[in-house]
């Protein structure tokens, strides 16, 4: 038997719409099946390691891919 799938109204910001539109696009989803995908994942991690997600997803982290031990 097939889940029921439950329906939700959902806010996104522009910007967060756009990028999820955008990934959607390049994993040949729709918007719909991207958070649906990307909700699943999350779950799944959270169950696996039991640490919760970040609080803010409109804001990049920072991550410091050119380190130089010499400089800050």
Known sequence: MADKKKQIPLRLSEK???AVASWAE???RSVNGQ???LLTECVKQ???NGKYVPDEFDVPPDLNIN???EKP
């Open 16 to 18: 967060l719409y756009n």
């Open 26 to 28: 390049d994993d040949f």
């Open 35 to 37: 958070i649906e995908y």
């Open 46 to 48: 959270r169950k696996k």
């Open 67 to 69: 380190h130089n031990p």
